[in-house]
């Protein structure tokens, strides 16, 4: 065990730096290989006079009060508030019902939001404290009565704290804040910011649980009077205090703080203007030019495009928006330019280039070392695999003939006493103890990692009496405990037991393979249906919805407002034991509108795209996809079955092959390697296959099929921003290679779109699941089971596909077995189950191609997906 301890020591290094970057002070950094890294709320304190860019026409204020003061706008802008000293008070604004309203899409709010809350988690599920109150606001207070914050001479409050249901806060102060005074002790706010009420504290240190005043809460504030010791600590009781819960938080937290920072040039802004040497807007129509953006000195961005000797590519702009100086020009395309602000007199900046070559304007982000998070999740996947753990166990079930004397050493006797070997253990374990001792022995002792003796544990007043003690030593690394006639007397030594993959797991130790979506999507006003068995499909596993209209086969949400829906799934194993094994956000969409640019989409695949398989049409999801959106399309059921389509403009899908209104791309038989390294298979051709460069060309596609702009007004511009690919690929490859080495290939595909079309959009399909009775129908050996399809394609191909698209820009893994029934989503037969009897049972021979119903569900997964994404 030696290893594993050294391994969690080194651990908690990284995680205490990692800890100091995610929830440190404002003037905390810390220091990783040698390496200078702020904390994120330094990091956001310094950046928030480079919040995005301030649009033409849109209006800037230092604080909200300014900006309340502004009143309406003259001709409808949004209004950018920088440097409140509320943080809360900076982002965007709209002038709404007579009043400035905060925008909820904000970016940064949402960012901040995300990483404070990732940092509280961190926290959580560490143990770790901190105190909130050390940063409280001086001379301000919260009233009670509307929870707004005021000028209150001799007080303080906090900011804005996150909080959740399960949250509770310990709360330290030497005087009580009664209902005598206007003041909030504690105040209570939802996920908006809507103020909930207050609770005023009882005595002087307490705890206040979130779920027994306000269930809701997302935030708090906390009041105090100043000069007197305040300390504030918000803590939380998380089932899933494990390697598991770390390792999923680190890596939403490497997701979201190593996001790239947004392209500036916006193609779709028809902005054709560029700046001249004077950092003035000259019109022509072969040019672009980006919206201002704010910086400060040391702000770093990427350059890329064609300029002239009489056009500023980018240039520098002081408060007011008047030009400085030029800071880059005549640059050739092709070429990468880095710059970096130095003159603090420049506020601003924007770029101008060539629409008609390759373009592109990004600041550089600042962020946390993805490669250090890495390393800490391989770390702690080393221990995820190398440690099981069941709780309550027996330890007195397993004894040696002997006891423990009093100085700690094991004494071999043959008859009346009984010892527990060394039992792993650390600083904080909880242990039960029932048995005899005598005036020379101990019930219990601790030991360090070299099996030292470090010193006895109390024992129990009387012998056989239930003594319940906590370890309280940081070095103790063993425990063992003695019993007096362990055969015919009462003994028990409850605790956790550690198994080591070498010892072999727990008998009532169950693995589980599951895989979970973090979101879903829905309509508003249109049911979804849920299918557990697409998450987890072992069904000697017992699994609960924490919602009403659920069950393991059937899960029904039917949204009434736009409000997000947090769902769970729990499941059970035959000793009680539960845990989660999804916890999703049901993004729900208001009523749909048209974008207000062209949106093309390609349906990419194999035979489930080209849909003929089982359903006799040609481009089957494709077809109801796009019928569903804009109304043109193979409609594949009828009646009550059949939404009516929504008749949206400006979205287009392109393709090449089908005998239906719609095409498609889908191959049968085809995998991503065959559409990288073929001109044809079987004789059917691969449309993407420049013959000139023998190499798959996303250009060549779209140019040699006038699916480009200029070629047509709807087209795909030039760099990919208004495409997006839809690819379902994997049945293929599931029983000839394995899932990485099918997602490398994937990932090759769409390296080689975005060589040519760096800005298109990716949504990877995941695989449908099988049924409940599948039957052979073809020799082999291959398993066609329920259990054996999802673990084998479903589980290990989604997991590969889902951990590959995380890392990618605008790539999207879209999990289709959470929303896809398979009882009715494949065609069935009648087999025989024996002579005696004229009986069959109806079951499945085929469960990969989907039939009519299958394919439809498909198209419906997509098609909420969309809505959310690009009509909003």
């Known amino acids: 065990m030696a290893s594993f301890f050294s391994l969690v020591t080194e651990l908690e290094t990284l995680l205490g730096q990692l800890n100091i970057i995610l929830a440190g002070a404002e003037d905390e950094t810390v220091e990783v290989n040698g390496v200078t890294k702020d904390s994120i709320s330094k990091a956001i304190r310094d950046k928030f006079s480079a919040i995005q860019a301030m649009v033409q026409g849109r209006l800037s204020f230092e604080n909200k009060a300014a900006l309340d003061a502004f009143g309406a706008p003259a001709n409808s802008e949004l209004a950018e508030v920088w440097d409140d000293s509320l943080e809360l008070n900076n982002g965007l604004y709209g002038y709404k019902g007579g009043a400035w309203v905060k925008s909820p899409y904000d970016r940064l709010t949402n960012v901040s939001k995300e990483l404070t809350q990732s940092s509280s988690a961190l926290d959580h599920i560490f143990g770790l404290t901190r105190n909130k109150a050390e940063n409280a606001i001086q001379g301000q207070a919260v009233k009670y009565a509307d929870g707004t914050q005021f000028s209150a001479s001799g007080w303080e409050c906090t900011d804005y704290i996150p909080v959740s249901n399960s949250s509770y806060i310990v709360r330290d102060a030497l005087i009580l804040i009664g209902q005598n005074t206007s003041v909030a002790s504690i105040a209570f706010y939802d996920a908006s910011y809507n103020y909930l009420g207050y609770y005023n504290n009882q005595t002087t240190s307490e705890v206040v649980l979130i779920s027994e005043h306000f269930p809701s809460a997302a935030y708090i504030r906390a009041c105090n009077v100043i000069g007197n010791d305040f300390t504030l600590t918000v803590e939380q009781d998380i089932e899933s205090k494990n390697v598991k819960g770390l390792d999923d938080l680190l890596d939403t937290v490497s997701r979201t703080i190593s996001k790239n920072e947004a392209e500036a040039f916006d193609d779709t802004n028809n902005q054709r203007k560029y700046l001249n040497l004077q950092g003035e807007l000259v019109t022509a129509q072969n040019w672009i030019v980006s919206d201002f953006i704010a910086v400060k000195v040391d702000d770093a961005f990427t350059y890329s495009g064609q300029s002239s000797s009489i056009v500023s590519s980018v240039a520098g702009f002081d408060d007011g928006l008047n030009f400085v100086e030029v800071l880059l020009t005549n640059t050739l395309a092709g070429e990468e330019h880095s ?102 022995t101990l019930n219990m002792a601790l030991y360090d990692e070299n099996k030292d003796f470090i010193k006895g544990l109390p024992a129990a007043q009387s012998d056989y009496e239930n003594l319940t003690v906590r370890v309280d030593e940081p070095n103790a690394a063993y425990i063992r405990a003695s019993f007096k006639e362990p055969e015919t007397s009462q003994k028990a030594f409850l605790g956790t037991k550690v198994y080591t993959r070498e010892q072999g797991e727990p008998e009532d130790k169950l693995t589980l393979k599951y895989i979970a979506p973090s979101e879903v999507f829905a309509l508003k006003g249109e049911p979804i249906y849920l299918n557990a068995r697409g998450i987890l499909a072992d069904r000697t596993v017992p699994l609960a919805w924490n919602f009403s209209q659920s069950s393991e086969e059937v899960a029904k949400i039917n949204p009434a407002t736009t409000d997000d829906i947090n769902i769970k799934l729990k499941a059970r194993n035959h000793n009680g034991n539960q845990a989660f094994v999804a916890d999703i956000t049901v993004k729900v969409s208001d009523v749909p509108v048209s974008p207000s640019n062209p949106e093309n989409f390609i349906c990419l695949g194999d035979s489930l795209t080209e849909g003929f398989s089982n359903s006799g049409i040609q481009g089957a999801y494709s077809n109801e996809l796009s019928r569903r959106l804009t109304g043109i399309g193979k409609e594949l059921l009828s009646g009550a079955q059949s939404p009516a389509p929504l008749a949206l403009s400006n979205i287009y899908f392109r393709g090449t092959r089908g005998d239906q209104a719609v095409k498609h791309e889908g191959r049968g038989g085809w995998r991503p390697s065959d559409y990288l390294n073929n001109a044809s298979v079987n004789g059917v051709t691969n449309a993407f296959w420049n013959p000139s460069t023998s190499e798959f060309d996303i250009d060549y596609y779209l140019q040699s099929n006038n699916f480009d702009w200029p070629s047509i007004d709807d087209g795909v511009i030039s760099d990919g921003s208004n495409l997006t690919m839809i690819i379902l690929l994997g049945w293929n490859d599931v029983y000839k290679t394995t899932a990485e080495s099918s997602w490398a290939n994937t990932q090759q595909l769409i390296n080689k779109v975005k060589e040519k079309k760096p800005q298109t959009r990716f949504i990877i399909v995941g695989l449908n699941p099988a049924p409940k009775l599948n039957h052979k129908s073809f020799s082999g050996e291959r398993w066609v089971s329920e259990l054996d399809v999802f673990e084998s394609a479903v589980y290990e191909f989604g997991k590969a596909y889902k951990a590959g698209c995380e890392e990618l820009d605008n790539c999207e893994f879209l999990q289709l077995s959470a929303v896809f029934n398979p009882e009715f989503a494949y065609n069935r037969s009648n087999v025989s189950i024996g002579i005696r009897t004229s009986e069959v049972v109806s079951a499945v021979t085929d469960h990969v191609h989907p039939n009519e119903q299958g394919y439809a569900q498909l198209a419906d997964a997509l098609f909420y997906n969309i809505i959310y994404r690009y009509c909003q």
């Open 339 to 440: 710059l970096k602000v130095t003159n603090p007199a420049i506020k601003f900046v924007r770029a101008s280039a060539s629409f008609i070559q390759p373009h592109s304007f990004k600041r550089v982000t600042t962020f946390v070392d993805k490669n250090q998070i890495s390393g800490i999740s391989n770390e702690l996947e080393k221990i995820n695999k190398y440690l099981l753990s069941k709780p309550n166990h027996d330890f007195s079930d397993d004894l040696m003939n002997g006891y423990i004397s009093k100085s700690g050493e094991f004494v071999e006797i043959a008859n009346n006493w009984g010892a527990t070997d060394f039992i792993p253990c650390s600083n904080g374990d909880i242990f039960t103890y029932t048995g005899g001792s005598s005036s020379i």
